[in-house]
């Protein structure tokens, strides 16, 4: 089946330790999608790629970066975590831009000690 | 800009009882709208999309949910709900200008037996 990948499904760093999130699609979508999303609340897009085209969120912090090599996998890389990124990272697809739905993987669940 | 409104954040009913989750938009054209479900732990799953063909949309899992352009709404109705229903509901909208889509704030659907 088709679908969108994320690993690890839970990840734990120490505090300012980088680490790397991935996420590859096999539905060979043009837009890829990083959102935070913590405890009961809707998720937050940080960034998305439209092909090779990166579009940053104004507020998205510097520390949040990404990197998409090719068409099926985008990584999220924080470089310098703090406690308040401790969240949920959900990667998602979309075959285009306006009107098309968003296809999301499991998630990361990430911790910060 | 588009916006969402969730009403209720938290909704009970019991197994078998008619589920209604309320989302109203404001757009100055119609929308692309859509209802995703989050099982605990997971990411986001597609359950319907509004993309300005029939009024009334059907979607997986018995839900369904009508566009009205007069009220700006775009409710989520199932007529009986199971036990495995219970989790978080988001309605979201997609500016046909913008890639993105913007979420509501949730809604947690609990299911007493």
């Known amino acids: 089946d088709a679908m969108v990948i994320q690993n690890p499904r839970y990840q734990v760093t120490q505090f300012g330790k980088p680490v790397t999130l991935s996420c590859s699609q096999t539905?060979?979508?043009?837009?890829m999608y990083w959102y935070q999303q913590k405890s009961s609340q809707a998720p937050k897009l940080l960034f998305h790629?439209?092909?090779?085209?990166?579009?940053n969120e104004a507020d998205t912090p510097d520390n949040f970066q990404s990197r998409r090599p090719n068409t099926s996998f985008c990584f999220l890389d924080i470089r310098s975590p703090g406690l308040g990124d401790a969240a949920m990272y959900l990667c998602?697809?979309?075959?285009?831009?306006?009107?098309?739905?968003?296809?999301f993987g499991p998630g990361t669940r990430l911790t910060v000690l | 800009a588009q916006s969402v409104t969730q009403l209720g954040s938290h909704v009970s009913v019991s197994e078998g009882a008619l589920v209604l989750l309320r989302c109203n938009y404001s757009?100055?054209?119609?929308?692309?709208l859509f209802w995703y479900v989050q099982y605990p732990n997971q990411g986001l799953q597609l359950l319907l999309k509004?993309?300005?063909?029939?009024?009334l949309v059907k979607g997986i899992n018995g839900f369904e949910a009508e566009f009205k352009k007069s009220e700006t709404s775009f409710h989520l109705t199932k007529p009986s709900a199971h036990m495995s229903d219970a989790a978080e509901y988001f309605c979201?909208?997609?500016?046909?200008?913008?890639?993105?889509?913007?979420f509501g704030t949730g809604t947690r659907l609990q299911v007493f037996p």
């Open positions: 998602a697809t979309s075959r285009d831009r306006v009107g098309n739905e968003q296809f």
């Open positions: 539905l060979n979508h043009n837009v």
């Open positions: 790629y439209y092909d090779k085209d990166f579009n």
């Open positions: 757009s100055s054209v119609p929308p692309y």
């Open positions: 509004y993309t300005s063909a029939a009024t």
């Open positions: 979201a909208v997609s500016d046909r200008n913008t890639d993105k889509l913007i």
